[in-house]
């Protein structure tokens, strides 16, 4: 059911942003920030790199391609041939890679508020505490996103948002673990050109 | 008035130096250097400082000196560092532990302010206390029955059920090998030249290996 609300968030998000851009201007930024994804309640980062595909002076179509990573700790249980237990302290981390479409409303010259969504795969990764890869995973993911951006003549912009994100639970080792729909509280600076 | 004695330091021209103690004078000024070097007739003559001004810099030093020494004292007390020990029985109390082995057996309680990079092997009936100042790099092997800190205090600290406490304790000197190397087959020894690994033979599935997220749970 969630999956299904998603999915009709998103394709209205398209629908209407196709239905009101020009397409033929070219601009970007990047952009890299950090937030609070509230379930399982840890810290991340990200990094984005945008186009915006048309711009008025009241309302903007972007695209950009946005990578989320955070990272977990985790015990690892693995049996010698002995047959005793051994336990390893590992890591699991985390990378969201989608494709967004926004829609920003120029509230003055300064501010406006950006709205989108968008969706990708998420890379999961197991390593032990040699580095080495155990196990990977990749599952879909999808997010909305909205919040106020801020434009500075010098090109800096400075964003603070909050996102919804929608990922399927993952599997490393034989094992599935159980992924809930999280929201995201963030902040990010980046660069217009 | 305080006394004031004056040395005089002579440099004759060929060579060495001539020290002579001059009567002392009255002098109000606390100290005064005069240098007066000329060839062949260099003299020095150095005003020596009045006694309680150099009494109050020596009780000012030796209280700092006792001062310093106490906080060593206080700050190397209670500490235990890169070593192996076996709590006694009874209370015991260490503010700071740091990459050390510490096997708490039954009847032992260790009260801990701080922990970092140690393994703690608490058997049934041992108590683990503490941590209220922090802990990191931090695994608590325990035996069911072992009492370990509050919830709130284990958040950073990973803990591990072990059958045996004493024989994981003992068991610490001995490397974990590689992951990697274990999925591939074959057998370890002590000896990693005795190792043979087959890289061609290299399967995930050979061996039961299970991963338990910190933040995620298994689905049933």
């Known amino acids: 059911?969630?999956?299904?609300c998603l999915f009709t968030a998103l394709a209205l998000i398209c629908s209407v942003a196709i239905s009101q851009a020009q397409f033929g201007y070219s601009g970007g930024a990047v952009a890299i920030g950090g937030g609070y994804l509230d379930k399982p309640g840890t810290a991340y980062g990200f990094g984005q790199i945008r186009g915006t595909i048309y711009e008025d002076d009241s309302v903007a179509h972007s695209v950009f391609l946005d990578i989320l990573g955070h990272r977990d700790e985790a015990i690892l249980e693995f049996v010698d041939p002995g047959g005793f237990s051994f336990f390893e302290s590992g890591d699991i981390s985390f990378a969201n890679i989608t494709a967004n479409y926004e829609v920003e409303a120029k509230l003055s010259s300064a501010l406006s508020f950006y709205a989108g969504g968008g969706a990708g795969i998420e890379l999961v990764r197991i390593d032990d505490r040699f580095d080495d890869e155990l196990d990977s995973d990749a599952n879909f993911v999808a997010q909305i996103f909205a919040g106020f951006r801020a434009h500075f003549p010098s090109g800096v912009l400075v964003q603070a948002g909050a996102r919804y994100i929608f990922r399927d639970d993952f599997q490393l080792l034989g094992d599935q673990f159980i992924t809930q729909d999280s929201v995201a509280f963030e902040a990010s600076m980046g660069f217009s050109f | 008035m305080a006394p004031v004695a004056m040395l005089a330091f002579t440099i004759p021209p060929e060579g060495g130096l001539i020290v002579m103690v001059v009567p002392s004078c009255e002098k109000k000024a606390s100290a005064a250097i005069l240098l007066a070097l000329e060839r062949g007739k260099g003299e020095l003559i150095l005003n020596k400082v009045s006694r309680p001004f150099v009494q109050y810099f020596v009780r000012r030093f030796v209280g700092a000196m006792i001062g310093f020494v106490l906080l060593l004292v206080s700050c190397?007390?209670?500490?235990?560092v890169d070593g192996d020990q076996v709590a006694a029985p009874g209370v015991q109390v260490s503010r700071t532990v740091l990459r050390s082995n510490v096997l708490v057996k039954k009847g032992s309680h260790l009260?801990?302010?701080y922990s970092s990079g140690n393994r703690f092997y608490v058997s049934k009936g041992g108590v683990l206390s503490g941590f209220h100042r922090g802990a990191r790099d931090t695994t608590i092997f325990s035996e069911t029955g072992a009492h370990l800190p509050e919830r709130k205090f284990l958040s950073r600290i990973k803990v591990v059920r072990v059958d045996n406490a004493e024989r994981a304790y003992q068991q610490r000197f001995r490397e974990l090998p590689p992951l990697k190397r274990l999925l591939g087959g074959g057998?370890?020894?002590?000896?990693?030249?005795?190792?043979?690994?087959?890289?061609h033979g290299y399967g995930r599935g050979i061996r039961a290996v299970s991963v338990s997220p910190d933040s995620y749970r298994k689905k049933d």
């Open chain 1, 1 to 4: 059911m969630k999956k299904n």
């Open chain 2, 187 to 199: 057998s370890w020894s002590d000896q990693d030249d005795d190792y043979e690994y087959d890289d």
């Open chain 2, 76 to 80: 190397s007390s209670f500490q235990l």
């Open chain 2, 111 to 113: 009260a801990v302010a």
